[in-house]
């Protein structure tokens, strides 16, 4: 209901990505968080959201790409060693 009346609200993308994201339609979680991206470009969350999605998705050189974003922007953000494991493993 909210995507129907906030279409473009970056929140909202954000939220519904991450509702893809864990049913594992990661595609779908892709599309939102890109979206909600073009709007606040430096959300941290969605960046590494996006990045991890990218990966679930078997995208390596994308995921690695936003999760380096990711921590570009904060060394230490929630997900940050999650993001370095996943980093390791690529």
Not at 14 to 20: A, K, R
Request: aromatic share 10%; hydrophobic share 40%; with cysteine.
């Amino acid at each position: 209901m909210a995507k129907e009346k906030l279409p473009d609200s970056p929140c909202v993308m954000g939220t519904l990505g991450w509702v893809y994201y864990k049913k594992g339609l990661y595609g779908s979680a892709i599309g939102e968080f890109s979206g909600g991206l073009t709007q606040i470009p430096e959300n941290l969350a969605v960046i590494y959201h996006l990045g991890m999605a990218y990966y679930k998705n078997d995208d390596a050189q994308k995921a690695r790409a936003e999760l380096e974003k990711a921590l570009g922007l904060d060394e230490n953000f929630n997900g940050a060693k999650e993001a370095r494991q996943v980093l390791a493993g690529l």
